[in-house]
């Protein structure tokens, strides 16, 4: 903005052409100072930017090549509101930088640390960090290192600065004496620099202007001295002509806002004017601060999207000090507590908190501030003002500032009463399930108990009736009439004996009635010993039912060999009437410690069921194998039969409640089993390579009380 044309004082001079702009690398030293840092700190690779210069990449050995540059620095903020050393130990950890480009990307950052170049006034001049490719934090002697590097850089840019300013207050013309040696540099900083500059007299005749300058205003050499405002937005031209107007007619330290329009595109401009130091006249700079512009604005439509979103989602939230007390909140968790806003003030969460439920909640939280954990991630119950409970799925994590610390902590809420409700209803059909399983298991054993003693007592009737037979028949009453023929010769029995054709066969026939009495005799005693035994097996077996039946629910320590021959105890009298062999391969097993019920009840519906599978196979030849071996975790049980086989479309259903390919059966036997073994902290599982080949049940059980069994 002059009030002369710029031409008049810079004729004589190489310009560049109108709206060129170029762009100061850094030179070495700085480059230099980021290589020192990255050797300094042990660190691949190191970086120094320096407000209106420029930046450098760095290894410790050579230059990062320009392709390699990444396009953003996520940690430049929050290394400048730093107040000495920013630092991160392992990037992946870090909400803030963990999906950035520098993270994820080729570089790799895994650690960084980074200092501001602040002077002594507070002034903050650029940046200087190091990064490394695995988590890790610099040492003491490594941060004082980058802190002295970094006092090195303020003092260049100190000096740079100072350069600049000394050449800009020179007399530009030929002939003129320079101040310094670098002064050259600096006054070609001035023409390259990304902020227009000027100086102007006392009375705010234009001195200099750079070609930025020009650029902004789409000004040529030699223009009038009112072309700048052409470029200015029509709704900000007449107030801007009108302040500079005042400047020129009494020159002051002023500042401007404004927007330039050029091809349909608005710029917004800040342009400050001070005193020059040591000369007379008058510094304007013009900063482009269009980006932070629509930055406030992004900022502010994302205010509102958060504040929309936080005011409106459907889960609550809730924003909470280290001590608990409630901050802000949602109007879903306000709701879902059955408060309205005012009702929450001045509460903390555990004043909302289930009892039973605080010292669980506030330990993980304090882990979470502590740094132990980076979220909390757990279900609670909240008291509603009903006094009512409402089960809820909480996930916290810290809201951190500037400089990494913790501030406040954001807690999202999820209403998940009603799954809990679902999930107590089901654990309340699992458990009658199981007693209804249990009572089957149980079921499964008298049925084989009562079909046993049926199968006892059919051979009890039969030798009952043998003996019935046997005695009908019997030649007893032969004896009876012998002594009443004896008696009826009374004197004569020894005539009748020797003389009369039936005395001499009288011998004879004792003979043979005293071996067919003594035969009689043998049978009798042969069917009473069998019927004693077999009233003795029944005695056993009801023995044995009552038994189990009195344990059951009680652990006990059992060798497993005892437990499978009662599994066949229960079962013998079918093997025999079915033509069944059973072959057993029983190998060295340590005891377990069990509920017998439950694995008798196991035992019995595999044998019984291999049983069956071998009688409907129709071979001649069956052959049920009990086997048992050393598992990993203990013990392992093998029912091996050669009968039908099972298809493979039945073997991820045999399990399944209310599933069986029997026409009597009722699907309860294999499901109660698989729950049964379940309980008991093992597993039931089924082998079958296809119909006719026979199946194989393998039974697993721990040695030791599992926890299932408790529960």
């Not at 000394?166 to 990304?194: F, I, K, N, W």
Request: with cysteine; net charge negative; hydrophobic share 40%.
């Amino acid at each position: 903005m002059t009030s002369q044309p710029i031409g008049r004082t810079l004729s004589g001079q190489a310009q560049p052409a109108a709206g060129a702009r170029t762009v100061e690398t850094l030179d070495p030293v700085w480059r230099g100072l980021a290589r020192l840092a990255a050797g300094a700190c042990g660190s691949p690779l190191a970086s120094i930017a320096i407000a209106g210069l420029g930046e450098a990449w760095c290894t410790a050995d050579a230059e990062l090549p320009p392709a390699a540059v990444p396009r953003l620095n996520p940690f430049t903020y929050c290394t400048s509101q730093a107040g000495q050393l920013f630092e991160v130990a392992d990037t992946t950890l870090d909400e803030r930088f963990r999906e950035s480009e520098m993270v994820t990307g080729t570089l790799g950052v895994r650690a960084y640390a980074g200092c501001a170049l602040r002077t002594p006034g507070g002034d903050t001049l650029g940046t200087l960090a190091v990064y490394g490719t695995r988590a890790c934090t610099l040492s003491t002697e490594q941060r004082a290192s980058l802190l002295l590097i970094a006092e090195q850089g303020v003092a260049r840019a100190e000096l740079h600065s100072r350069l600049t300013e000394l050449t800009l207050l020179c007399d530009a013309r030929p002939g003129a004496v320079s101040l310094h040696s670098d002064a050259v540099s600096a006054g070609a900083l001035l023409e390259s620099a990304p902020v227009a500059i000027y100086h102007t007299d006392a009375a705010g005749n234009m001195l200099y202007a750079n070609p930025e300058y020009r650029r902004i205003f789409g000004l040529e050499i030699g223009h009038s001295p009112d072309a700048w405002a052409q470029r200015v937005h029509p709704d900000d031209r007449a107030r801007m002509e009108h302040a500079w107007a005042d400047f020129c007619r009494r020159p002051g330290s002023s500042r401007f806002a404004y927007r330039t329009q050029a091809d349909g595109e608005i710029r917004h401009f800040s342009e400050q004017v001070v005193a020059a130091d040591g000369v007379p006249g008058w510094v304007g700079t013009i900063a482009d601060f269009t980006d932070l512009v629509n930055a406030r604005d992004h900022l502010r439509k994302a205010e509102t999207m958060f504040r929309n979103t936080f005011d409106q989602a459907p889960i609550g939230i809730a924003y909470a000090d280290r001590r608990g007390r409630l901050l802000r909140f949602n109007q879903a968790f306000w709701t879902m507590l059955g408060f309205d806003p005012g009702g929450l003030a001045n509460k903390t969460l555990g004043d909302v908190t289930h009892g039973d439920d605080v010292a669980r909640v506030s330990a993980e939280l304090e882990r979470l501030w502590n740094g132990e954990i980076q979220f909390v991630d757990l279900e609670k119950r909240y008291v509603r003002r009903d006094a009512s409970v409402l089960w809820v799925r909480m996930t916290t994590a810290l809201v951190r500032d500037g400089e990494g610390k913790p501030e406040y902590s954001v807690e999202f809420l999820r209403d998940i009463s009603a799954r809990k409700e679902s999930a107590e209803e089901l654990e309340r059909v699992h458990k009658q399930l199981m007693i209804a399983s249990r009572q089957a298991g149980m079921a499964e054993v008298a049925t084989n108990v009562l079909h046993n003693v049926g199968n006892i007592l059919n051979s009890v009737n039969i030798s009952a009736s043998l003996v019935t037979e046997r005695v009908k028949t019997s030649k007893a009453p032969g004896v009876s009439r012998v002594a009443a023929l004896l008696q009826e010769k009374g004197s004569a029995v020894g005539d009748f004996l020797a003389n009369d054709e039936r005395g001499k066969r009288l011998p004879e026939y004792l003979t043979s009635l005293g071996e067919q009495l003594m035969s009689d005799q043998k049978m009798a005693l042969e069917e009473l010993a069998s019927l004693r035994d077999n009233l003795e097996h029944i005695k056993d077996t009801v023995a044995m039912q009552q038994s189990y039946a009195k344990l059951c629910g009680v652990t006990e320590t059992v060798a497993v060999v005892d437990l499978v021959e009662d599994s066949l105890r229960l079962n013998a009298g079918a093997f025999v009437r079915h033509g069944v062999t059973l072959r057993r391969e029983f190998g060295e097993v340590p005891p377990i410690t069990v509920d017998k019920h439950k694995v008798l009840q196991i035992l019995v519906n595999l044998v019984r069921n291999a049983k069956y599978a071998c009688d409907e196979s129709g071979r001649t030849d069956k052959l049920i194998t009990l086997r048992v071996e050393p598992a990993p975790a203990g013990v392992r049980i093998c029912v091996i039969d050669n009968g039908v086989g099972i298809p493979a479309e039945n073997m991820s259903r045999l399990f399944t409640h209310g599933f069986t390919t029997r026409v009597d059966g009722h699907g309860f036997g294999l499901h109660s089993g698989a729950l049964a073994a379940q309980e008991l902290g093992g597993s039931l599982r089924v082998t079958s390579d296809g119909p006719g080949l026979g199946a194989a049940f393998i039974l697993e059980l721990p040695c030791g009380l599992a926890e299932s069994a408790h529960g």
